[in-house]
């Protein structure tokens, strides 16, 4: 090769091994400082391609940038890269720089090997913690050996200077995290500075838009289902019916509904059609180039929360808490990097939303700003004031006097219906399907006498009709079996008589114990088809007591519907003009504790009550046994929550001139005994204070 082109290589090899020097000392970010990096140390050594791969913490190495790496070593499943994926973790672990032939492995066992057709030519990138990745270079394989060593020697200097930018780049990040936090300990004092809902929304809105760095922090507060703007950056008031603010309540109210974080970047898919329009809208007021909407919750004090478990997906609690409003960052103009943005909202989201819920529960306590105004004012106390404020005061204690001292009865209040004392619910007997419906809702019934029925007798007290084919089908097998086995033993003992003389011992017996087998055939069949007859007349239902069905359309409820054993199919109730009645009321389960003290005080407990169809007269009736207290509560929907239903005695004489229906409404007193009138009137909201603000 001429001497003048040798000196050329060189230069540019120098220029090279200059410029890479020179993008240490810059301030690039990772993708560009290892794409010039990579694109320079390709050029200067000739090669034909290579990759930078870094190595996190306990993770398998991850492809920052590369040069013609083939495809194969790209997929992740394939068994090229996973052997290709060894040699790196081999470097790693060593911390030596290796030549690996075309086609060869490593000397050690698990080691990987080199699956393409180039020479590779590794180095270990050092940080401050070990090494941190590894350069890669794919260079062609007939250089002789001396060429090869010097291709790994320039390679490990070029890899000392990007161990200088990336140590320098660690010191930047450590200096921007000392920064930030000093940013957040400066927000978080703010944010927690007071109580005040309004100010304290105003002061995260405004710090957290320069915490963050973006265009505009806003915050919305959740009153009932609809989420208000109460706080937007840079702004000292809010026109509620401007259309950008209404657009802002609109878009927040539909995210806080789903109770999951929107992220806008200028992609809408997959997004539900409720929050794309309402998103359209408010993009279409604001120009917001990026949008994030992130739900409030009310966080747990016993617990650090991150904006995603506060967004719906808990780490380790799964349990949804309470949304109190939404939190909205917007750029507009700013275009700030994901990894730049994504910590400082962490931190604006949770101080914001602990500060939030601190002062909702502050502004929540009752007459808040009464007491308020009154701890400012110093107009009560002047002396030209200070007549009326004594009678004031004196008018208080006189009215609290009274309300401690003056007793009054004291009841709790609860919902119940009116039922016949005498009532029985009719099972299935057997599995099947609803035939015939003998009785329908209001008709009379008997119940079945013990002897056998007629076919008339039986419309006459049957109910209803089960029809089992597979039973059926029972019956008449066994039937078949236990004829065929009668015909069997009929042929045995006229053999066994009529040819008794000329039969030898032998088969004289051989007859006899297949004669007694037969017999034992017959009688077991004979007992299956008498079960199979018991269970065939137990698909007729009867009614266990005489009375009336108060099943509402038992013919349309049942007809040709299919019914399990021990189902319950109706009701049958005594309701006639001797019939006894009492009360079935439900104690909601956070009243049932006075009641059972007055149980245990006075053995009768009385009851007052008003039937729904004749408010206008009241009834009395009596608790007389414990029992009549059912002992575990029973969970269903009902507006209060949990009850406890409660048996009443009452006297039927007293409800003669009404129409007695089962299941009517009414409404019940049942007296606890006397109490303080301020306690009578008060004491479910001096309960409420016990469960949740002094518990």
């Known amino acids: 090769m001429p001497t003048e082109t040798i000196e050329q290589t060189k230069q540019q090899i120098r220029a090279l091994v200059g410029e890479i020097a020179q993008l240490s000392k810059s301030e690039l970010s990772d993708s560009d400082y290892y794409a010039a990096f990579l694109q320079r140390v390709v050029a200067a050594l000739a090669a034909v391609g290579g990759a930078v791969w870094l190595v996190e913490a306990g993770k398998r ?9 083939s495809d194969p070593l790209m997929e992740a499943e394939s068994e090229d890269a996973s052997q290709h994926l060894r040699v790196l973790g081999h470097v790693v672990q060593r911390n030596e720089a290796q030549l690996v032939p ?37 260079q062609r394989a007939n250089a002789q050996p001396a060429t090869q060593r010097g291709y790994l020697r320039f390679l490990v200097q070029m890899c000392e200077l990007a161990a200088e930018w990336i140590k320098a780049q660690k010191i930047r990040q450590f200096s921007d995290r000392h920064s930030l936090w000093a940013q957040a300990d400066h927000f978080s004092r703010l944010v927690h500075n007071q109580l005040d809902l309004g100010e304290t929304c105003y002061t995260a809105v405004n710090e957290g838009r320069r915490l963050i760095g973006c265009d505009r922090v806003c915050i919305c507060i959740k009153r009932g289902r609809k989420c208000n703007v109460t706080a937007i950056s840079g702004q000292d008031t809010i026109e509620s019916r401007s259309n950008i603010v209404q657009a802002l309540s609109q878009l927040a109210t539909k995210v ?32 917001a180039k990026a949008v994030a909407v992130l739900p409030l919750r009310r966080p747990d004090p016993d617990q650090q929360l991150s904006r995603n478990q506060a967004a719906g997906t808990p780490a380790e609690n799964p349990e949804d808490r309470e949304i109190i409003g939404a939190l909205i960052i917007e750029q507009i103009e700013i275009d700030l990097p994901p990894e730049v943005v994504t910590p400082r909202v962490d931190l604006v989201y949770e101080h914001t939303a602990r500060a939030v819920s601190n002062a909702l529960t502050h502004d929540g306590i009752l007459l808040m700003p009464l007491w308020r105004m009154l701890g400012r004012s110093r107009v009560i106390t002047q002396a030209r004031n200070l007549p009326k404020t004594l009678f004031a005061a004196a008018l208080v204690i006189v009215l609290a006097l009274v309300l401690c001292l003056v007793p009054a009865d004291f009841n709790m209040k609860c919902d119940g219906t009116l039922q016949p004392t005498a009532k029985r619910d009719v099972f299935a007997n057997e599995t099947g399907e609803i035939k015939v419906v003998y009785k329908n809702h209001g008709d009379p019934v008997e119940a079945k006498p013990p ?25 008449e097998d066994v039937v078949g079996e236990l004829n065929q086995a009668r015909s069997q033993l009929l042929a045995v003992e006229s053999s066994l008589l009529g040819n008794r003389r000329s039969m030898t011992r032998e088969e004289r017996s051989r007859l006899v114990a297949q004669m007694e087998q037969l017999k034992g055939q017959v009688r077991s069949l004979e007992e299956q088809r ?29 007809l040709g519907r299919p019914v399990q054993a021990g189902q319950v199919l109706l009701t049958v109730a005594e309701t006639g003009v001797g019939a006894d009645w009492e009360l079935e009321i439900e104690m909601p389960e956070r009243r049932i504790g006075h009641v059972l003290k007055a149980q245990a005080a006075s053995e009768r407990l009385g009851v007052k009550y008003i039937l729904a169809s004749a408010p206008g007269r009241e009834h009395e009736g009596t608790v007389t046994e414990k029992s009549d207290i059912q002992s575990r509560a029973d969970v269903v929907q009902r507006e209060a929550g949990p009850s406890i239903r409660i048996r009443v005695s009452i006297d039927k004489d007293d409800l003669k001139g009404n129409d007695l229906r089962p299941g009517m409404s009414v409404t019940a007193k049942v007296y606890c005994g006397q109490k303080p009138l301020g306690y009578v009137w008060l004491h479910e909201v001096w309960e409420w204070i016990e469960r949740k603000v002094l518990f």
């Open 102 to 138: 075309p086609m060869s492995g490593l000397a050690e066992d698990q080691s990987g090997r080199n699956p393409t057709d180039y020479l590779l030519v590794l180095a270990p990138l050092q940080g401050h913690e070990g090494v941190v990745g590894v350069v890669e270079i794919f």
């Open 61 to 69: 190495p991850r492809l920052a940038y590369q040069i013609n790496l």
């Open 530 to 558: 008498k079960l199979l007859e018991l269970k065939m007349d137990r698909l007729v239902v009867y009614s266990p007591i005489a009375g009336q069905i108060i099943t509402w359309d038992v013919e349309g409820l049942l």
């Open 451 to 475: 002897a056998e029925l007629t076919l008339e007798q039986k419309e006459t007290y049957a109910l209803l009709e089960i029809e089992n084919p597979d039973l059926q089908v029972q019956f």
């Open 256 to 287: 806080a509904a789903t109770g999951e974080p929107l992220w806008y970047e200028g992609e809408k898919e997959d997004l539900p059609p409720q929050i794309e329009d309402a998103l359209d809208e408010y993009v279409e007021e604001s120009y």
